[in-house]
């Protein structure tokens, strides 16, 4: 019953560098006589079940999951760094939003703050000339999970500047955004047509295009100061791990599977 959009991911210049050729028109020929079989449908988005379930079939959105029990996360909260800090964990893309967050960031007077970025991609030989020039960046590489985690919790703002006009973003939900949550610091993410409202009364938006935009919206939120920023992710963090674990995340689709029987 777990669906993706695979032909529309091939078309997606974001998430694929691969051209559409004869095998991968016969797999999404396979890959939608696999789905119109299905009984019922688990989905990231409304918009990708609008496209996958046609029919009409049991459909269950849920935009994804976290362990409860993770081990990386049952630990007491470490202490905050000393400076303002920003980080990014993920794929180092333009694509997704990652200038527009550096350009924001460097834009933003605030001497002390510093942005930490980890992960690897084709912008990362740019990062590391623009981390050897500005003292407040600093570019990290891929390191192990455990790493990422422990440098999440201690920074005060987590960012996801994925683009919110990049068509693909209707029927993807960022798995990282579930991650930064869990981790107990304050998170500040475009408003994504594939984000469920609710999310809104535990993230901090960024409200306007481009890097004026990511200045604003940086700006804004630590005003709110390191407790206001903690406050807000330590309620961020109750709320992911209250209703979107791995438990209850299960029983919804074993209830839906339930639905599906004759």
Not at 28 to 34: E, F, G, H, Q
Not at 50 to 75: F, H, Q, T, Y
Request: hydrophobic share 40%.
């Amino acid at each position: 019953m777990f669906a993706d959009l695979y032909s529309y991911m091939a078309d997606v210049h974001d998430a694929s560098q691969r051209r559409v050729g004869v095998v991968h028109s016969a797999a999404r020929r396979a890959v939608a006589l696999s789905l119109s079989l299905l009984d019922a449908y688990v989905v990231l988005t409304p918009q990708m079940g609008d496209i996958i379930n046609r029919d009409g079939k049991p459909c269950l959105v849920m935009e994804g999951l976290v362990d409860a029990e993770d081990s990386l996360l049952e630990s007491a909260a470490p202490e905050k760094s000393p400076h303002p800090t920003v980080l990014y964990a993920g794929a180092l893309r333009k694509q997704y939003g990652l200038e527009t967050l550096v350009r924001g960031f460097q834009a933003w007077d605030e001497p002390e703050a510093e942005l930490v970025i980890y992960g690897q991609g084709d912008y990362a030989a740019e990062l590391t000339a623009i981390a050897e020039v500005d003292p407040r960046i600093s570019c990290h590489g891929p390191v192990p999970l455990a790493e990422v985690v422990e440098a999440e919790r201690r920074a005060w703002l987590l960012v996801n500047p994925r683009p919110a006009d990049e068509e693909f973003t209707q029927y993807s939900f960022p798995s990282k955004n579930m991650e930064y949550l869990a981790s107990g610091s304050a998170v500040l993410t475009t408003r994504l047509p594939g984000m469920p409202e609710e999310y809104l009364d535990y993230v901090l938006t960024v409200d306007a295009p481009g890097s004026e935009g990511m200045t604003e919206a940086l700006s804004k939120a630590f005003a709110e100061g390191l407790n206001g920023l903690t406050r807000r992710g330590e309620r961020g963090r109750v709320f992911v791990l209250e209703h979107k674990n791995n438990v209850r995340q299960a029983g919804r689709i074993i209830e839906l599977a339930g639905r599906c029987r004759p």
